[in-house]
C-alpha cells in the first residue's frame, strides 16, 4: 500500500469517526440529557444544607380539650414538644386501616402538623411504629386522639386523599398529665372563620425571642454558572436597568438585585431517571445552587391552575417559629421530576447570638389590633399565625421580629407586630 492511499484511508476514517460523533452529541443521545450534547451542570462546593429530613418537621403542634375546655399551642423545640414526640417516637400501632374522615367529636386531641404531604419513609421518623406497616401510609397531619374521656388513645395520619386510623398502648394516665401540663404552660384561643379555616393563638401575653440575623451572600457569578454546563456560552442581557439576564440559548437566569431575588427557568422538561424521591430530588438541588441556611421547613405549594407541576417552599425557621413573607423563601417548581423553576433570595438568612426577650399579645389584643385597623370587616372572618418578620437593620443585618400573619377567609392580608401591635405589611390603619 503506497503511501498516499495509507494516507487517504486514515483521513476517511476520522472523518466517519467524527460525522459519528457529531450526530451523538447533537442527538444528545450519548450524554442521556434533555439539552443536546450537554449534562446536568458539575457541581463545585455543595452545599451540606438542606437534607430532605431537615425539612420535613412539624411547623405547629395543637392541644384541644373538651372536658375541662381548653387548648395550647406548643413552640416547636419546647420541653413540652419534646415530650409529646416521645411518645409519638414509643408508640406501638395496632389495627392500622384506611380512614375516610377525621375522627368526629374526640374529647381530646394533640395535632402535629406538617407543611408538606410525607411519604412513610419520612413520617416514619417522627412515627417509627409505621415502619413495619404494610400499608403505604403518607399524610401532612399526625393526631392522637380519645374519641371518649378516659379512652384508648388513638392514631390518625391524613392527607390529601386518604387517612387511616390506628389504635396504640399510649398510656391513658400519662396521656392525661401531658394535655394538661400543655394547656397550663402554653394556653391559647382557636379561631376559626366561616369557611372552616382554624388557627391557633396565644390566650395571654407569652414570651418569645426577638433574634439578630445575618445575610450570607454567596457570589453571584458562581451561583449563576452553577445553572449551566458550559458558562463560557453565556450571553448577558442587560433587561432593563434594574434585571439582568443570562441565558445559554436554553435555560436562563434573571437577577433582580433590588429586590434580591434570582430566577432560574429551564424549558427542557424530561422524566427523571433518578430513583431518589421527589423530595430527596429537590433538596438535592437547593444544595447544588447556594444552598440555605439551616432550620428551614418545606411546604407543598402546588397551583391547581399548573397541573402536573408540583410546587416546593423552603422557608426560614427560627426558634421554632417560621419566618413569613416571601423575600426568604425558595421556591421549586417540578415536573416529571425535573425541575423546571427556581427562585430565591441570594443571600442565606442566619440567625445571629444576640437575643432578646419579649411578650407578644395574646389573642384578644390582636382581636381589637384588626378592629382598629379593619373596623367594617367581619373580625370573625380572620385567623392568624404567630411567625416572625424580618426587619432590615444596618446592611447585611437583620431582626426577626414576632409577628402575626393574618389572613382573612384562608387568604394572606397582611402582617402585624406580635409586640407594638403595628402594621408590618398590607393593611393600613384607616
Known sequence: MTAKRLQTLVLSVLVLISLVLSYLLW???????????????????????????QVTGPVEVDVQRLKPAGAALIPIGSAVYRQWVDVLHSLKVER????????????VNIVFHFGLELRRSDISRWLPALR?????VSGDTMELYQAAAGGPVLLM?????????????????????????????????????????????P?????????SASVDKPPLLPLVHSFFVNPGALTRIQESRRKVIWTDGTRAVQWDPEANVLTFDDPNTSASTTE??????????????????????MFNGDDNALPGIHTYQLRPQFAGYVVFGNQWTQEVEVNSGHVVHYQRPLG?????????????????ELRQVLRDVVPKARVSAYTAHLGYWVVPDGDGHMELEPAFAVLRDGVSVGVIDAVSGQVLEGMKRP
Open 27 to 53: 442527538r444528545g443521545a450519548w450524554l442521556s440529557s434533555p439539552e443536546p450534547g450537554l449534562t446536568a451542570p458539575a457541581v463545585r462546593n455543595l452545599s451540606p444544607y438542606p437534607q430532605a429530613d
Open 96 to 107: 392500622l386501616r384506611r380512614e375516610s374522615a377525621p375522627p368526629a367529636h374526640a374529647t
Open 132 to 136: 413495619l406497616s404494610p400499608l403505604a
Open 157 to 201: 395520619v391524613t392527607g390529601a386523599s386518604d387517612g387511616y386510623t390506628a389504635e396504640t398502648d399510649v398510656d391513658r394516665k400519662r396521656f392525661a398529665q401531658l394535655v394538661a401540663g400543655s394547656v397550663q404552660r402554653y394556653p391559647a384561643v382557636v379561631w376559626q372563620d366561616g369557611q372552616g379555616n382554624t388557627s391557633y393563638l
Open 203 to 211: 390566650a395571654q401575653g407569652m414570651e418569645m425571642e426577638r433574634l
Open 276 to 297: 431518589r424521591t421527589e423530595l430527596q430530588a429537590i433538596t438535592s438541588y437547593i444544595r447544588s445552587h447556594g444552598g440555605a441556611a439551616s432550620g428551614g421547613v
Open 348 to 364: 442565606n438568612l442566619t440567625a445571629g447570638a444576640e437575643r432578646q426577650r419579649v411578650t407578644v399579645m395574646g389573642a384578644s
